[in-house]
Each structure stands twice: as C-alpha cells, then as structure tokens.
C-alpha cells in the first residue's frame, strides 16, 4: 500500500514568487493537513482538508492557501514568499478528520532566496 | 502555557536501559494522543497512539495516559542506538480539531 507522496522533495525559489506544492493521501484516506516544520517553532498546524473542505485553520497569513479535489489530493500555495517561509512542508493523511491516526509524507523542502 | 509541552532534552541513555518521554498537555478535552518518532532530516513517523486511560504496549513502547492529570508518557524498553531521534508528543481534541505537536524530546542512545 503506498503511503503519502509529496511533490516536489525539494524547490529553491526566489522572494515574492509563489510555490504549489502537492500531497497525494494513502489510498482511502480522506483528511489531508498540511503543517509547516522549522528549527525554531517545530511543527505549526497550517490547515486541514476533509472531503474537498477546509475544516480547520491555523495562524498563518493568508499568503498561505490550499485546496482538495475529489480524489483526495490536496495542493497548498504560498504566495509572495518570503525568507521566513523557507521550511519543510509536510502533509499527513487520515482515514477520517476525526480522532484517527495521521501519516506523514516525506516533505518538502522550500529554500527561499 | 504551551498547548502541549515536552521537555527537549536531549535525554541520554545507554544502550539496553529504559527511556521514558514524558508530555503534559493543557486541553482537558483532548481524547487521542500520539507518539511520532522524526530522525534528522526526515518526516514524523507515528510509532505509537493511544485514546484511554492507562498502558498500551506495543513491542518494546509502553504508552502511559492519565487525562486527570493530563499527561501522557512513552517508554522504551531496552533501548537501542537506532532509537536515537526526536519524539514528537500529538494531542488531538473531539471532532474536526487540529493535531497538536510539542517541539519534541530528542532521545540519545549510547552504545
């Protein structure tokens, strides 16, 4: 059973560019969350998707987007990036968005220069 | 006060002794609670959860959970190198709440 692909495992991009970054959920998963992971503030809850709907969102500026198709995969924007939102980007997936166990994919690893 | 706290440690111990990882929590509604272990430079790995008050074992990991005084501990029996990493203690709430993580205790196993 394949577990959570994330895409792409790293990017490198310029200030006040924007960045898409893609998570494909296990098989039958249907919540998708998105969490942003630095040295200095851990892992910071950005949103959650269940069903093609945003159930919860963390406080981050609204620079920071996301979204969910049908299938299950969920993208999440960052526009106008800025130096501090350099970053691991991981995505975890669970069956369902309530009391159940989430899986993380791989990451992504953005630089901003 | 932190959502979910844990001491950063490192903790160090050797090779074949207990380590116990300990993580308080400040929402009395949280219902489930788990252990991820993150090696340098990967993603989170869920090793343990547990939803009741009490043990759960599973291998060499022992879950401890007392939501009356909102703590939830991890030990590791006869702890290896390869255990060395950080532990990410996650608390989630009922319904569509978010997972909660600490900034995690880095565990040093010593040969």
């Known amino acids: 059973k394949a577990g959570v692909t994330q895409t792409p495992r790293y990017l490198i991009k310029t200030r006040g560019q924007q960045v898409t970054l893609s998570c494909s959920p296990i098989?039958?998963?249907?919540?998708v969350s998105w969490y942003q992971q630095t040295p200095g503030q851990g892992l910071q809850f950005l949103f959650e998707?269940?069903?093609?709907?945003?159930?919860n969102k963390g406080n981050f500026p609204g620079r920071f987007s996301g979204r969910q198709f049908s299938n299950s995969r969920s993208e999440m924007n960052v526009s106008t990036l800025e130096l501090g939102d350099s970053a691991l980007y991981l995505c975890?997936?669970?069956?369902?968005?309530?009391?159940?166990?989430?899986?993380f994919g791989q990451g992504t690893r953005l630089t901003v220069v | 006060q932190k959502e979910v706290e844990q001491n950063s440690g490192p903790l160090s111990v050797p090779e074949g002794a207990i380590a116990s990882l300990n993580c308080t929590y400040s929402?009395?509604?949280?219902?489930?609670f788990f252990w991820y272990r993150q090696y340098s430079g990967k993603s989170p790995e869920l090793i343990m959860s547990?939803?009741?008050?009490g043990d759960k074992e599973d291998g060499r990991f022992t879950a401890q959970l007392n939501k009356a005084s909102q703590y939830v501990s991890l030990l590791i029996r006869d702890s290896q190198p390869s255990d060395s990493a950080t532990y990410l203690c996650?608390?989630?709430?009922?319904?569509?709440?978010?997972?909660?993580f600490g900034t995690g205790t880095r565990l040093l196993v010593s040969p």
């Open positions: 547990i939803y009741s008050n």
């Open positions: 998707y269940f069903s093609e709907t945003q159930r």
């Open positions: 098989s039958g998963h249907r919540s």
């Open positions: 929402d009395r509604g949280s219902q489930s």
């Open positions: 996650a608390v989630k709430s009922t319904g569509f709440q978010k997972l909660v």
């Open positions: 975890a997936s669970s069956l369902q968005a309530m009391n159940t166990e989430a899986f």
